[in-house]
């Protein structure tokens, strides 16, 4: 993991938008091919994660950079999966309005 995946999730879970919003300026000035993945892992981690910020999913959300068909290779969970394990029913609307499959195993 890159440590600007890592310092974005922080940031994520920690509840501090404004400087998710800067990492995403910074992404975004040095774009690469990884970024979808980048941000797709970042969305799929902070979906596990009580403590994930509303406001700073929604930034994450907005790049319109995020794989919601995204599944963890090892658990061969999606970010509903990991929404529901938490009990975050407004993130688990979303993960489904945004195409998830409800009928993955």
């Known amino acids: 993991m890159d440590d600007i995946e890592i310092e974005l999730f922080k940031a994520v879970t920690i509840g501090t938008p404004t400087t998710v919003h800067?990492?995403?300026?910074?992404?975004?000035?040095?774009?690469?091919?990884?970024d979808h993945d980048i941000i797709s892992?970042?969305?799929w981690r902070a979906c596990s994660e009580k403590s994930s910020s509303v406001e700073s999913i929604e930034y994450l959300i907005n790049t319109n950079k995020i794989n919601f068909k995204y599944m963890d290779d090892i658990s061969e969970r999606t970010c509903l999966h990991e929404a529901a394990i938490v009990g975050k029913l407004p993130l688990m609307k979303l993960c489904v309005e945004r195409g998830v499959r409800v009928d993955c195993t």
Not at 22 to 34: V, W
């Open 22 to 34: 800067e990492i995403l300026e910074r992404i975004r000035q040095h774009q690469g091919e990884e």
């Open 41 to 43: 892992r970042v969305f």
